[in-house]
């Protein structure tokens, strides 16, 4: 469920016109709802945290570590963080920004598979909950950094349990061949070797298979093999006190079949990996922002091509703000802002990059549409806006936040003296640069 509808004839976020909005702060944009934000995370948390089985032997609820990296907006994030929502982080630039947004560090959970020894030092020195630690030559240099603090790590190992899954190719990570996480027999030796350490505490194990995982199944398999670790562990006399289970569960884009819904996920995962005495992690991201953000756009022309007659809905918005479609293929829904008629037209829907691959749908059957109105790409909220760029030297799309019947610029588009001021032109070249006239 979001807080994007239609009213008063155009599609609002909560009650701010989109329409509105684009008029004001100008196309393309990015807009958030935080009543979508609160409402995924709360939904999420408390489906888990109402399972007897997946609280701690302290009676803790599970931590629910947002997966920053799919919108990583301060704005964003302080809502979250608001709502006791912790983070799940991949660089020492996301552990700065979830802290600055109110996140305790004893809820941020430190992940990836190149964290240098600077942000592991970094990352220790702030107290965070655990580093997920992903292979044998990480864990070792983790040992070094932290004797070197006279510190001792908590953290985890990411086994990759062979069961890869999620919508597309390149966000599958639980596959044999995938640089995610190593094997289970390696992780448990490597965990064994820890334990008598001075400066590693180890902690648990941790997972996380893919992104956009409609069907329980892949989750509820890798699960399975997670809970037999933590026995096998355990039987080898070591202690096994933390349990991740990542991210990855789906979201609808509406071109595909529902994603399980998070009550069955929490069924699911209560049975597979419920009451092992442990404290349990999960890492949602798309599942959170997703469906509370939306592209907006405004059509520049449509060009009909005599040749082939195939008519391109030609927008302001292009791959450098929303790279989803030319990177995974991805589907968005592309709907009018201003409520749309019955009629109907087949779009090629591009931006105006120069590359074919600045295209977000071919063929597409949408009411009809001319220049000057304004598109909403739907479900833009994760691994939208953070992985915008400037390419073909266009500013950042802002980005705005909704809450009831009012919005704040959480990123206000650059102006090009800002953009131009970020590159500056070497000094051997002032008071101006010399042309060559030869
Ligand atoms: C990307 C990622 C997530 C979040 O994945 P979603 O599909 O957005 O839920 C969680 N954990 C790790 C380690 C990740 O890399």
Redesign the pocket.
């Known amino acids: 469920m979001n807080h994007f509808d239609y009213h008063d004839d155009a599609l609002n976020c909560e009650q701010v016109s989109l329409t509105e909005l684009a008029d004001t702060v100008g196309t393309p944009l990015y807009v958030y709802s935080s009543a979508t934000l609160e409402r995924h995370y709360n939904v999420f948390a408390d489906a888990l945290s109402s399972k007897p089985g997946l609280r701690s032997p302290r009676d803790e609820a599970p931590l629910v570590a947002y ?1 920053m ?2 919108n990583s907006n301060m704005g964003v994030l302080a809502t979250l963080a608001a709502q006791g929502c912790g983070a ?1 982080t ?1 660089s020492e630039g996301e552990i700065r920004k979830a802290l600055k947004a109110g996140v305790p560090a004893n809820r941020i959970v430190f ?1 990836g598979v190149g964290k240098t020894d600077a942000e592991m030092a970094f990352a220790l020195k702030d107290g965070i909950y655990q580093l ?1 630690v992903e292979s044998r030559p990480e864990l070792e240099r983790l040992a070094r950094v932290a004797a070197e603090l006279n510190m001792v790590a908590p953290f985890v190992i ?1 086994i990759n349990p062979g069961v890869g899954a999620g919508g597309h190719e390149k ?1 599958t ?1 639980g596959g044999a061949k995938d640089k995610f996480g190593i094997s289970a027999e390696e992780a448990l030796s490597l965990y064994a070797g820890a334990a008598g350490h001075p400066n590693l505490a180890p902690m648990g194990i941790a997972c ?1 298979i893919g ?2 995982i409609l069907d329980l199944k892949p989750l509820q398999e890798a699960f399975t093999r997670m809970r037999g670790w933590v026995e096998q562990l355990r039987a080898n006399g070591l202690s096994v006190e933390r349990l991740d289970l ?4 789906g979201v609808p884009y509406f071109n595909q079949k529902e994603p399980a819904t998070i009550a069955d996920y929490a069924d699911m995962t209560a049975l597979a990996v419920g009451n092992l005495g442990v404290r349990y992690t999960f ?5 959170i922002a997703a469906n509370a953000g939306v592209l907006i756009s405004r059509v520049i022309h449509v060009h009909e091509r005599e040749d082939s007659g195939q008519q391109f809905l030609v927008l302001d918005a292009a791959m450098n703000d929303l790279l989803r479609p030319a990177l995974y293929d991805a589907f968005h829904d592309i709907r009018p802002v201003a409520r749309p008629g019955n009629e109907t037209a087949k779009y090629d829907v591009v931006g105006p990059i120069c590359e074919t691959g600045d295209t977000f749908t071919r063929g597409r059957d949408m009411p009809v549409m001319k220049a000057g109105d304004l598109v909403a790409f739907m479900s833009a909220g ?1 691994y939208g806006a953070v992985m915008g760029s400037e390419y073909n030297s266009r500013p950042l799309a802002p980005e705005v936040l909704v809450r009831d019947a009012d919005w704040s610029i959480v990123r206000p588009r650059p102006s090009y003296d800002e953009m131009m001021a970020r590159e500056p032109i070497p000094a051997w070249f002032t008071p101006a640069p010399k042309v060559k006239t030869a």
């Open positions: 997966a990296k799919a799940d991949v992940s997920n990411r966000i990570t996380h992104s956009q990542g991210g990855g569960l890492e949602p991201g798309r599942l994760a």
